[in-house]
């Protein structure tokens, strides 16, 4: 603690993350104005950070060892490597389940369900289903949107709100589920339980969930009713799913929670003969390799992250910060504001979240902000922020199989549960109090003070 407080806080210390966000920005903007297809996904991001990395090792003071031990220590910190190993396991099980069939039937199950005539609803609904089973909504798009698509074609429906739908539905699956990369990195950052999260997650998330179904089943009608047709539903291989969700919630430890799933999924997958011991493996090292660059990520900017903090960076930010941040409320909109920036900048959700978790927790004990709350926060913009732009990998995947597609914003004008949430997260902030039991009297009358200075113009 006393090295900490003899930090001078120094801006000049950010220049390395600011080279690490400006070379991948600037590459992906690059790539895209040539017309490369998916351009801010070409370089990957490890590789921006090893830039920045770079630059931190020239123009931090001290010897090479203590920079190297300095950034070991951060590529180490207890956090990060769990959160990593959170990384594989969710992969492996994600990889086991898709391979077994599990998205396949989730998907049938849904089709199977919802009537052809409440389409755009239905595709919401399923995408946010299979998004929260497997934490990813870049797969439920890929797996859902060209189901959805067709019958929309069948039903004289607007193809783009459909598509928009099953961005948002797979935006708020990502948001809730229990094996997102971003709530992994959300809780893990913040220190807090991911059950907790969810908990106040879902308060924010569900009213727009519900607003936007009601909307799509009234204004989203089909003019005509397409066909019905027969989907097999193999209700067994969904099971994994609602176990990795109701042992999750029930507070079950994370890591027992991913690997029952794999070896459920693996053994479903081994008496359905979708796959061998061998290939059970196989898989699994799959899923593993599949995260191979977050897992990467995290730990380099882990790294980055501790060296500009270690020269001051960090605390230059919070001294900025706390001349315009007041008290709670503040400190949560100053939380939202960064990492939808920092999602703008990036168009990676995960990436946001780890880039500016640092900030956001020590404003976090700074002002009295719940860890659950700002994890909540943190995921919450990312994903609004993620499910409307259009150089995001969802909407980039989406729009690529619209062949009649003029312009990707004809898609994002659709997405209208990111919108809706956004609004939901932005009043909660406006309203949401506290429960001063939690607060230390000094956080107490920090935020009594700060609420004065809202409620007196």
């Known amino acids: 603690m006393e090295n900490q407080k003899k930090r001078e806080p120094k801006g000049s210390a950010l220049i390395p993350f600011i080279i690490f966000v400006g070379v991948y920005l600037g590459t992906g903007i690059a790539l895209d104005l040539q017309g490369v297809d998916s351009a801010f996904y070409q370089l990957p991001t490890p590789i921006a950070a090893f830039v920045g990395i770079i630059a931190a090792f020239i123009m931090f003071r001290g010897t090479l060892e203590e920079k190297l031990s300095t950034f070991m220590k951060g590529c180490g910190d207890e956090n990060i490597m769990t959160m990593c190993m959170i990384y594989l396991f969710a992969g492996a099980f994600t990889e086991v389940s898709k391979e077994m069939g599990g998205i396949d039937a ?17 595709a919401f609904v399923i995408s946010a289903f299979i998004a ?3 934490g990813t909504s870049v797969g439920t798009i ?3 949107t060209p189901i959805t698509i067709g019958l929309a074609q069948a039903g004289g429906l607007n193809v783009y709100l459909v598509v928009g ?6 935006m708020f699956g990502d948001n809730l589920s229990m094996i997102s990369d971003t709530t992994i ?8 339980e991911m059950k907790d999260k969810f908990r106040a997650n879902f308060l924010i998330a569900l009213p727009p969930a519900v607003l936007t179904t009601v909307l799509l089943l009234i204004f989203a009608r089909p003019e005509t009713v397409p066909p019905v047709q ?3 539903v193999d209700f067994i291989r969904i099971l994994p799913y609602l176990f990795v969700l109701i042992a999750a919630l029930a507070g079950m430890n994370v890591f027992a929670v991913l690997i029952g799933g794999i070896l459920f999924s693996g053994a479903i997958g081994l008496a359905y003969g979708s796959f061998g ?9 799959n899923g593993f390799t599949g995260m191979f660059e977050i897992f990467l990520l995290s730990m380099v900017t882990g790294g980055l992250g501790t060296m500009v903090t270690e020269a001051g960076g960090l605390d230059w930010i919070l001294m900025k910060v706390s001349r315009v941040i007041r008290g709670r409320r503040s400190a949560e909109a100053g939380i939202s504001a960064m990492v939808a920036l920092t999602d703008f900048a990036t168009a990676n959700n995960t990436v946001a979240i780890i880039i500016s978790a640092p900030v956001a927790r020590d404003l976090s004990r700074k002002y009295g902000v719940d860890p659950k709350r700002s994890a909540s926060l943190l995921d919450i913009f990312s994903c ?8 995001g990998a969802q909407v980039l995947y989406a729009c690529a199989l619209l062949k009649d597609l003029r312009s990707p914003f004809q898609v994002v004008g659709c997405c209208w549960y990111s919108y809706l949430l956004m609004i939901s997260a932005i009043v909660s902030i406006l309203f949401f109090r506290a429960p001063k039991k939690d607060l230390t009297i000094e956080e107490r009358a920090r935020e009594e003070f700060a609420d004065d200075e809202i409620s007196d113009p």
């Open 384 to 391: 609004v922020v993620q499910g409307i732009i259009p150089y």
């Open 230 to 232: 027969e989907y097999p």
């Open 142 to 144: 890929v797996a859902v």
């Open 277 to 285: 011991m061998l290939g059970l493996a196989q898989n699994i090292y």
């Open 165 to 170: 739908a099953t961005i948002g539905g797979a």
């Open 106 to 122: 989730a998907v049938n199950m849904g089709m199977s369900v919802i009537p052809p005539e409440f389409l755009a609803a239905g």
């Open 185 to 192: 990195a959300a809780t893990r950052t913040q220190g807090c």
């Open 132 to 134: 929260v089973s497997t």
